[in-house]
């Protein structure tokens, strides 16, 4: 038994190399088109843009391995119905599940590889990326960029609003805090001029207080520094790059739950979290549905029908996957739903489409 699943697993990943090479050659040459002109015309050097194109295949390997490990598996049953080695194995008393356990473990192992690439390769991958584009080829700045105007947080029972930042003297100007109490009713209101952030605390300069618990009015206060106990760190103003898609599992995490602490809804970045960790096991959802949707067709098209199935399989997924993750985002669905939702819907049509197999 050994000897048929090392065949089988040798045809499998001799298929997925083939596949996933076609896939990433098609994504690089598109890439290619697209950037080169730009690149070239901004004065890049042939040097940065080769180690460009070179760090962002952890991100084209990412993006096309699902497709590839779905057609690879349906290819796999393909070959092997056309040359009838299925009908020889099952003659022999092989089961349809000991035939694809060689396929279900390899699709196992691949997730595992694409979560890892997801969480330790591709972040890292994609700062050189930004960094070789913007810096060598751009010649723009090296400098992180902050949020710098009209800026809100909240931090408990506190509101700050502040006019500006000023990301060099990690300064915040016209500065105004709430206090306010549950039914967020105003208990307090802090003017400040300017507010410095120093030995991780923030001192509040030229300060007026005015609280308004007093039996007549409210009984202002006036103070040249005031220490402020806020949740308010530098690295919140940094201004978060537009593509998440390629932050780790735990910036997206982090980054969520800041925007949470300071009184901001977190359902998208929620979302791509969960996501992020949903995705690679597509590939293995892949196998699943692929080898009984492979099984059920294997005599009405072989390889030419396991293109075409793959194409449209791997497009439904696409769909679906949006979709819901489009309402996650959105707050419609629970982040968790949302992301493992394309994956526990293809699930599902691959047990029933498994009931269906005659064993």
Not at 62 to 77: E, G, H, I, N, P
Not at 106 to 116: D, K, Q
Not at 255 to 277: C, D, P, T, V, W
Not at 307 to 317: C, V
Request: with cysteine; glycine share 6%.
């Amino acid at each position: 038994m050994s000897v048929i699943n090392r065949y089988i697993a040798q045809t499998w990943l001799r298929l997925l190399m083939l596949c996933l090479s076609g896939f990433v050659g098609i994504y690089l040459v598109i890439d290619l088109i697209e950037k080169i002109p730009r690149f070239m015309r901004e004065g890049g050097a042939a040097g940065d843009i080769l180690q460009y194109f070179i760090w962002k295949l952890p991100e084209m390997i990412s993006r096309t391995a699902t497709f590839s490990v779905l057609m690879a598996t349906l290819l796999t049953l393909g070959v092997l119905s056309r040359d009838s080695e299925i009908i020889a194995l099952r003659s022999c008393g092989i089961s349809l599940l000991r035939i694809s356990l060689p396929m279900l473990t390899l699709g196992f192992f691949v997730s595992i590889l694409l979560l890892i690439n997801s969480e330790l390769v591709l972040p890292h991958s994609y700062v050189h990326t930004e960094q070789i584009e913007n810096v060598k080829i751009k010649k723009k700045s090296d400098r992180i960029t902050f949020k710098r105007n009209n800026i809100w947080f909240r931090s408990s029972s506190m509101i700050l609003q502040a006019r500006l930042f000023e990301p060099i003297t990690k300064t915040l100007s016209g500065v105004v805090v709430w206090n306010v109490d549950d039914a967020m009713n105003p208990v307090s209101r802090i003017d400040a001029d300017t507010a410095l952030f120093r030995d991780g605390r923030w001192t509040l300069n030229s300060t007026t207080l005015r609280n308004f618990q007093t039996t007549a009015g409210y009984a202002p206060y006036s103070a040249q520094t005031m220490v402020l106990d806020l949740n308010l760190k530098i690295e919140d103003l940094q201004v978060l790059e537009k593509d998440a898609d390629n932050m780790s599992i735990r910036s997206l995490k982090e980054y969520a739950e800041n925007l949470r602490n300071g009184g901001y809804q977190s359902y998208r970045y929620l979302a791509m979290m969960h996501a992020k960790i949903a995705s690679p096991f597509a590939a293995l959802i892949m196998v699943m549905l692929g080898i009984p949707f492979a099984l059920k067709n294997s005599r009405s098209g072989g390889i030419a029908m396991g293109i075409g199935t793959s194409i449209g399989i791997g497009f439904a997924y696409f769909v679906v996957n949006a979709v819901l993750l489009s309402y996650g985002r959105s707050g419609i669905l629970t982040p968790v739903v949302a992301a493992w939702g394309a994956n526990f819907i293809f699930l599902l049509s691959g047990i029933w489409l498994s009931m269906t197999v005659k064993g």
